[in-house]
């Protein structure tokens, strides 16, 4: 069975109100996770499965790598995003083939399909 992978990158976002960051600096705004999802498709048949995702915690940062979510959002998708979707794939790809197989090899009980949608 052929899986096909697509990455969803949600608008489900975390985001600190105030944090303070290694060189002290106060900021306001600070994206702490988001939820990231894999969607995989074989035929007729689809899974999906998402997850919190946690991004570097405040105290590792400083005031030169920080951006604020109100400019983060409206730019293009940062690589620290894109590389924590790379991680995160791997570990659910298992997951929803298994759910979909379970869909494959699920019964069909004809008597049921009037109200089956």
Excluded: C, H
């Excluded at 600190?16 to 705004?29: C, F, N, Q």
């Excluded at 929803?96 to 399909?113: D, G, R």
Aim: net charge negative; charged share 20%.
């Amino acid at each position: 069975m052929a899986v096909t992978f697509t990455k969803v990158y949600t608008d489900r976002v975390e985001i600190i109100p105030k944090a303070t960051l290694s060189d002290g600096t106060e900021v306001t705004d600070y994206v702490d996770a988001m939820v990231l999802e894999v969607r995989g498709v074989s035929g007729n048949f689809s899974a999906t499965r998402g997850e919190w995702i946690s991004f570097a915690d405040p105290s590792t940062k400083t005031s030169s790598d920080y951006t604020a979510w109100s400019s983060l959002s409206a730019a293009s998708r940062p690589t620290w995003v894109t590389s924590a979707m790379t991680k995160f794939q791997p570990t659910v790809t298992a997951d929803i083939v298994a759910m979909i197989e379970s869909k494959f090899n699920a019964s069909e009980f004809p008597s049921v399909t009037g109200w089956a949608s």
